[in-house]
């Protein structure tokens, strides 16, 4: 019995099923590698670490007596204090003298992975401290992430805190406030600091291209 030659154009075709067939219908989508997700990968993933993008921080004007435009008052376990909130830092920051004031109140921190931007634009990825405490402010209890980068001495509120509260800033008014109730407003801390018993001042050391920015802390009657 004779067999019908088969088409060429068929046989094309059947050749493109057969790739299509024994290729892995899966690949990583962040570099490529097939047969394995992205959560899997071995390339796009390190064991037992968590990666975050930290932005770039705020520089301020080391010559201005005035605090920074944006300094919001709150409380941490029982003590009031002034931090800067920026809109533009995407994680909340603990420097060298908080980070101690935490350990002597029993907070623990664990390892984490972060990757962020130094000052002349090049990404660099490295090894800091996490831990969430409670921070309260004006009637609210919000959990935060606190990262604590190595050398880096200031505070700094970033964007996960801002939206955990509802904070809206409004920088040009000179005022913030809760994304509820935007008829009530709160006004921003602002004094000289010649008016101010300071108690921690921190600016950032650029040397290594670390963005600058300041951290005022005082006590309050």
């Given amino acids: 019995m004779k067999t019908t030659p088969q088409d060429p154009l068929e046989q094309c075709l059947d050749s493109q099923v057969l ?113 969430v405490v409670d921070l309260y402010i004006e009637g609210k209890v919000i959990p935060t992430e606190f990262l604590v980068l190595p050398e880096a001495k200031g505070n700094l509120l970033g964007l996960d805190f801002l939206n955990a509260a509802g904070i809206v800033l409004d920088v040009q008014g000179g005022k913030w406030h809760f994304s509820e109730n935007p008829r009530k407003q709160y006004i921003f801390f602002k004094k000289t600091l010649k008016d101010l018993n300071i108690n921690a001042l921190w600016c950032g050391s650029t040397e290594k291209g670390y963005h600058t920015h300041l951290r005022y802390r005082k006590q309050y009657e």
């Fill in 19 to 131: 790739e299509l067939k024994e290729e892995s219908p899966y690949r990583c989508y962040g570099c490529g590698t097939p047969g394995v997700v992205k959560s899997k990968c071995p390339t796009c993933t390190r064991t037992n670490e968590l990666e975050t993008e930290v932005n770039c921080m705020t520089l301020f004007n080391l010559n201005s007596d005035l605090y920074p435009s944006s300094v919001i008052v709150l409380k941490i376990f029982g003590e009031k204090i002034a931090v800067c909130a920026d809109t533009g830092a995407s994680h909340t920051i603990a420097g060298e003298k908080l980070f101690k004031f935490l350990q002597e109140h029993g907070i623990t921190f664990t390892n984490k992975v972060i990757s962020f931007m130094m000052a002349d634009g090049i990404r660099q990825t490295i090894t800091a401290l996490r831990t």
